[in-house]
């Protein structure tokens, strides 16, 4: 059998035998046709099955790329040999220069993952994956695109450039948000501005770097990533895997998990802080549907005052026990300004307000405000704080409406487990509606999540 890696795998002469289980297992039940199942709705032109390999003409197979290791394994259970055809582009070198020294967890991680080309690395937050990443570009020695899918990341990663790879900002590539500039070594790019224009900026790229991997299932992601031939790519991410059911296709595409940092580790050596649980009950009750009216229990929760008085109360406690930042997350913005509101009615106490609406400079001048202590509660839709925003002062979590999904919860924990001067601990308030079936069951998820990063127990 012979296998041409390039932007994709394309076998031709695939015995029968591997063609088989090969096409079994890049076959998926579609998210959305089971979605509509559920939902009673109609799947007209739906597709029961996603299909991650397509057929050629001369019998062979075109696979993603990432799926190599699993497919040599394959072969190999099935005592068939693969002559390898290596068609990756590899551009001369960049020197690069790391300024910077990696913990021994991280140098470990690394190692790991230069011992392949391919490869996703899951790193929680505060372990630093954004060093990690850095560091094997450097040892890449490839012209690198860095793909994000916001432009508060992206600004992230120049910085990060700048700082540990010696880069100047204005020497660092950046594509979107109204920038359209390819590096010479680096070039930071949002997705959407990828997926326009991979076909010709991956004659310029030898390294793909995809942070925040777990988004690489989504059409737009995987129209982009799939498109680059280059030598090398790398999968970074905080949580690897998908509540919809397609965590595989993060791997099929970047490559399989070669290094994972484990939480616990983390906490042991100081690098996060261990988070305390504190478990507050409501009273909160609703006779809704929870599979036709899911969206309508949140909205009752959110508008439900007895409930909303128990959420400001703690927190006004928290905020005058003088430890570090408070961060209420919403998954509505209207609640977010609602228990603003109250907070200041019930307390004379005031906070600020962080949602989608807030521009870009707004945002990082109150992630500033934040660092600096100058806030002392910010409430925000956890869409916006999940992923890439900035700022260990953050001393405390309040979970405001319901988190269904583990790898959520984890990206909303990671933005106050960091440690920083002066900051002795971690707490988090789960507000707990028990007297509600569906929303008791996210709380029992959620309990799973904090006994598997090592926290302490509820109070």
Not at 55 to 60: A, E, I
Not at 153 to 180: N, Y
Not at 250 to 255: E, P, S, V
Not at 405 to 416: E, K, M, S, V
């Amino acid at each position: 059998m012979l296998c041409r890696i390039s932007h994709k795998l394309f076998l031709s002469d695939v015995p029968e035998q591997v063609k088989s289980r090969v096409m079994a297992e890049l076959t998926l039940e579609n998210p959305r046709w089971l979605e509509n199942l559920k939902m009673g709705r109609r799947n007209y032109r739906v597709s029961r099955h996603l299909k991650l390999y397509s057929t050629r003409t001369c019998g062979g197979l075109i696979l993603p790329r990432g799926y190599g290791g699993r497919l040599a394994r394959i072969c190999a259970e099935c005592g068939e040999e693969v002559e390898y055809r290596d068609e990756r582009r590899t551009l001369p070198e960049v020197d690069f220069h790391f300024h910077g020294e990696l913990r021994p967890y991280q140098s470990e991680a690394c190692a790991a993952m230069l011992r392949r080309r391919f490869g996703t690395l899951c790193a929680p937050t505060g372990a630093g994956k954004t060093v990690c990443g850095l560091y094997l570009i450097a040892r890449r020695r490839q012209p690198t695109l860095v793909v994000v899918h916001t432009r508060d990341l992206a600004m992230q990663w120049v910085e990060r450039v700048e700082e540990f790879l010696g880069i100047p900002g204005r020497e660092v590539g950046m594509i979107g948000g109204g920038r359209d500039k390819v590096g010479q070594a680096v070039t930071v790019a949002t997705v959407q501005s990828v997926y326009s224009r991979a076909r010709e900026l991956k004659k310029r790229i030898g390294h793909l770097v995809v942070d925040e991997c777990h988004r690489a299932p989504s059409r737009t992601f995987t129209a982009a990533v799939t498109a680059f031939d280059c030598a090398y790519s790398l999968g970074l991410s905080a949580t690897p895997y998908r509540r919809d059911g397609l965590t595989p296709l993060i791997f099929w595409h970047l490559g399989e998990m070669h290094a994972r940092i484990d939480s616990a580790a983390l906490m042991d050596s100081g690098a996060i802080l261990r988070p305390e649980i504190r478990i507050h009950q409501t009273m909160f009750h609703s006779e809704r549907d929870p599979v036709e009216e899911y969206a309508g229990i949140i909205a009752d929760l959110t508008l439900d005052a007895d409930r909303n008085a128990l959420i400001v109360d703690e927190l006004a406690g928290e905020i005058r026990s003088g430890r570090g930042v408070s961060l209420v997350l919403s998954d509505r913005k209207g609640h977010c300004h609602a228990l603003r509101e109250l907070l200041l009615a019930r307390h004379g106490l005031d906070g600020t307000v962080l949602t989608g609406d807030t521009p870009l400079p707004g945002r990082r001048k109150m992630a500033a405000c934040i660092q600096a202590g100058s806030v002392r509660v910010v409430f925000a839709t956890g869409q916006l704080i999940g992923e890439g925003f900035d700022a260990s002062n953050l001393g405390s979590l309040f979970l405001a409406t319901p988190v269904k999904f583990g790898g959520r919860l984890i990206q909303y924990l990671g933005r106050i487990l960091r440690p920083s001067s002066g900051k002795t601990r971690a707490t988090v308030h789960d507000f707990v509606d028990c007297r509600v079936g569906v929303l008791e069951a996210a709380a029992r998820a959620r309990a799973e999540v904090y006994a598997g990063m090592a926290g302490e127990g509820p109070e």
